[in-house]
């Protein structure tokens, strides 16, 4: 079973506090590679929840954003309109996983992933990685399951914008692995956030 899906629930040391980040608007180079083979999708209903609240990032100047906090990254992400496939897969990844977490907690599921596309050691690209056979427990004959429209799901979308962004140096971004409760044999531990723990 991978470190991903262990279902061992535990309460972990609280969330690492990060300081302002200042990175470059520009999109995640991971969210412009194409998805080989067939893409997973999944659908949104519509179950009318409230949005997020947005809010104006702290300062701009030119194409870099200074946010204040991670919270103040997340709610300045415009969560409307069409997604691309590699932001739906992530914020399918994001709710399935970590949607009762902290916003830390979340950014770190994001991070797993994209760091993972990048590592050589496992697929490609974001959607090939979650679909990836038995790392991800909610994932079912290889698609991701649909995700109601909700206040998670637009806050998962917004997470997804920031880490794909690189918009906020989070606790876990030198991560691989995680998992919700006990130490992982020789991986090395980066973060404990909320109910989860991060390695590499």
Avoid at 9 to 32: D, K
Avoid at 143 to 153: E, F
């Amino acid at each position: 079973m991978s470190f991903a899906t262990l279902g061992i629930a535990a309460q972990s040391a609280a969330s690492l506090a990060q300081g302002p980040s200042t990175v470059p608007v520009s999109a995640h180079p991971l969210n412009e590679l194409a998805t080989t083979g067939e893409v997973p999708s999944f659908s949104v209903s519509d179950d009318s929840v409230p949005d997020v609240e947005l809010q104006a990032p702290d300062a701009r100047a030119g194409d870099v954003t200074v946010y204040p906090t991670l919270a103040a990254a997340v709610a300045a992400q415009d969560v409307d309109g069409a997604h691309d496939q590699a932001l739906r897969c992530l914020a399918g990844a994001i709710y399935f996983e970590s949607r009762g977490e902290p916003l830390a907690g979340q950014l770190g599921v994001a991070q797993v992933i994209l760091n993972r596309a990048a590592s050589g050691r496992f697929a490609d690209n974001v959607c090939d990685v979650i679909t990836q056979p038995g790392q991800f427990g909610f994932v079912r004959g290889g698609r991701i399951p649909d995700v109601p429209q909700n206040a998670n799901w637009r806050r998962a979308i917004a997470v997804a914008k920031v880490a794909l962004a690189d918009a906020w140096d989070g606790a876990a971004d030198k991560a691989l692995f995680f998992n919700t409760s006990r130490p992982v044999g020789a991986k090395v531990k980066v973060a404990a956030i909320g109910n989860h723990l991060f390695y590499r």
